[in-house]
Structures are given as C-alpha cells and as structure tokens.
C-alpha cells in the first residue's frame, strides 16, 4: 500500500463479503475515484482467504479481439486452468489463427470465464476494470453483441466476479448486474493520516473526496504545506491535479459527440453549476433542441449528472479545471489561488453547498449492495 493511500478497510471487507456470496457486482465511479485500487485490495483480501484473483484491465487488453483473448489467458494463474486446459488451449489456438476465427475466441473465452468457479479447491475470483471497454470488440466481424454476450456469460457465475467501470450511464444501457458507487474519501477517513494542525474537512472539500486528488494533497501536505497552498501549486499548469483534470477532461469530451459545442455547455456549467436546460439555452444562445442534445451526450459518458432538472459536474475538481484553464487564456497564480482558498472552504460557495445538498438525492447507490436504479430524470422539459 502506498503512504499515501487512504485505508479503507471497512469498504474493502463489505465488498469482499458481497463478491464472496453473490453474483456479478459492479463498482462505479468517475475516474480517479479509486476503483481500481479497491478492486486490489479486494483482492488481496480474498487471496488470504484462499482465492484465486484473476485480474484484467480492459482499457489496455481490448483493443482487438485477439489481443484480448491473450491477455486474458495471460491473466491466469497456471493453477486457474485446471481440467479446463484443453479449452483454454483451444481459444488461443483460435486467437492465433487471425481474425477469421476472432469471434469465436472471444466467446469461448467468456465461456471460460462463466465455468472457472473453482479450481483445486480454491474459488475464483475474476476482476475485470474498466469493463465497459468490451464495447471496443463490437466493431469486429462477429461481435456486434459482445456486451450482452459477456453479459450472459458472467451472470452464469453464481460468486467471485466483481466488475468496475467510470462510466456507470454507458454500463446501466447494457448491463442488468447490481451497482454500487465508490463513495469520496469522507474527512474522518482523512483525519489519521494528516499532521497536526491539518484540516481534514479541508482536504476533503479540495478534492472532492476521490483517491486520486487526495493522494496528491496528503503528499505535499506532509511535506509541510497547507491544504489551499498544496492545491494551489498542483493545479497550477503542469501540476498534477492539473495535468489529472486535463487528462479526465479530454478523455471524455472525446468519449462524447459535438466536440466544440460539447466544450461550450461545460464552459457555461463551470461558470454556473446548478443551471436547468432553460438557463443554458439562454446562455448558449442555440435552441433548446440542440442544448438537450449535447447534455444528454455530457451525461452519457458521465461529464455531468443531473439531479431535478439542474446540471453539475461528476468530479468537481474537474470543473475547477475548466473555470481557470479551460477558457484559452492562462490563469494567473493569484487567480489559483484565489480558486484554492475557496475550493478548501468545508462549507464552500453557495454552489459547492448546493451540491452537497443535491448529491444526497442523485440517482445511483451509495453503499455496497445498493442497486442502481434506472435513470429517472429527463430532458424534454426546459423550465
């Protein structure tokens, strides 16, 4: 475990206990929340208690059906084979063969996955990240249906299969299994790792409670800083936090349609969080029409959520991002810092309250074991 990582024992041991007697669970959360961190740490829990983890990131293995299907295979222990050796070797051969016999790779690999229950007498458990990126083998010959194929083939497994994705909207179009959102670090969990003197509701507020920003300000924390003099120097032009938003920023705009539209209604967010359609249109100046389409597309990849008709960001640290460096002219140092000072306020601006106040009554579970439910807001109403 990193230093600088933030135990979290108790939601570790509910995930483990939930994955350990019941069927597939998906873990949500945007990116940076630490999900992948709790999938290894799950992992390394059941491993003491004599599992067999066997982990995939898909971000990296899906890029085409055959490389898939050998990382995968290269993702299991020998021991996780067992009397289902002849099979695996079977699909390599069929992933080696070239794409003419892709497809069938694929889905006898899924078909692998939904008999590995146990192997020596060991259960296993298979992780699978960022599943949602089996998406990108729906463009090859064969594999139009791969979600729902993958879907079938995990729900055939009655124990040990827990799943994450950062985008929760995209998973809940294609997949029926039960969700559970990563909760943000709270400031209780923050508190044993700061030195004397240090705010944890602080460090909390600065960056809304997701793993990745909390590591880089308990790291220049202890160094000696305070929180908003930390936040300040990472979100600064080449910081990380910067560099993090930016990255979290491109990736989903690219994920979304209407590029440079796209860019505008998140400008107009940024500036305003809270907005209904009404009050963008008007700020946008394009009809409601449009304005709908490309919120519902920021939506969609999990950009923004919107909670009664009112619009915000999934990570604010995000929209941060987009107020001081998405606006084409560089912000100045005392502008940051001006921006870090409010950013690690506990009670923060009337918008940051008002989130706080509306995320407790956002779709989507909290706690493990809570199972999303459908999205029930909508669109076609502007006032």
Not at 93 to 113: I, K, M, N, T
Not at 202 to 229: K, M, P, Q, T
Not at 331 to 340: F, G, K, Q, V, Y
Request: aromatic letters at 6%; glycine letters at 10%; a neutral charge.
């Amino acid at each position: 475990m990193s230093v600088f990582e933030v135990p979290r024992p108790g939601l570790v041991a509910a995930l483990a206990d939930r994955v350990r007697a019941g069927p597939p669970l998906l873990l949500t959360g945007p990116p940076g929340a630490g999900k992948t961190t709790l999938l290894l740490r799950v992992a390394e829990r059941l491993r003491r208690d004599g599992w067999l983890p066997v982990y995939l990131d898909l971000m990296g293995a899906a890029s085409s059906p055959e490389f898939f299907v050998r990382s995968a295979l290269g993702a299991l222990p020998a021991e996780a084979f067992g009397r289902e050796l002849p099979r695996a070797t079977e699909i390599r051969r069929l992933a080696d063969a070239g794409r003419s016999h892709a497809d069938r790779a694929v889905q006898g690999l899924f078909a692998l996955w939904s008999a590995l229950d146990e192997t020596e007498g060991r259960p296993v458990l298979l992780l699978l990240d960022e599943v949602t990126e089996v998406r990108s083998l729906a463009y090859f010959s064969g594999l139009r249906e791969v979600e729902r194929l993958l879907e079938t083939a995990l729900a055939r497994r009655r124990r040990g299969t827990l799943l994450a994705t950062s985008f929760p909207t995209l998973a809940r179009r294609v997949s029926a299994f039960e969700s559970t959102a990563a909760p943000p670090i709270a400031a209780a969990e923050l508190a044993p790792l700061l030195p004397p003197g240090a705010d944890p509701g602080e460090v909390a507020g600065a960056s809304f409670g997701w793993a990745r920003h909390v590591r880089v300000l308990l790291e220049r924390i202890a160094g000696g800083e305070d929180a908003a003099g930390a936040w300040a120097a990472e979100m600064a032009p080449g910081g990380r936090l910067e560099l993090g938003c930016r990255h979290t920023y491109e990736t989903l705009l690219l994920r979304s349609r209407g590029y440079g539209i796209s860019k505008a209604v998140l400008a107009a967010v940024a500036r305003e969080e809270g907005l209904n359609l009404t009050a963008l249109v008007a700020r946008l100046g394009r009809t409601p029409g449009a304005i709908r389409d490309y919120l519902q597309w920021l939506v969609g990849v999990d950009a923004l959520t919107v909670v009664k008709k009112r619009y915000f960001y999934v990570d604010g640290l995000v929209r941060w991002w987009v107020r001081l460096h998405g606006r084409g002219v560089p912000a100045s140092p005392e502008e940051i810092l001006d921006a870090a000072r409010e950013a690690v306020s506990f009670h923060g601006p009337a918008e940051a309250s008002e989130r706080a106040a509306v995320a407790a009554e956002s779709p989507g579970p909290a706690t493990v074991g809570a199972a999303i439910l459908p999205r029930r807001d909508s669109l076609m109403e502007i006032d």
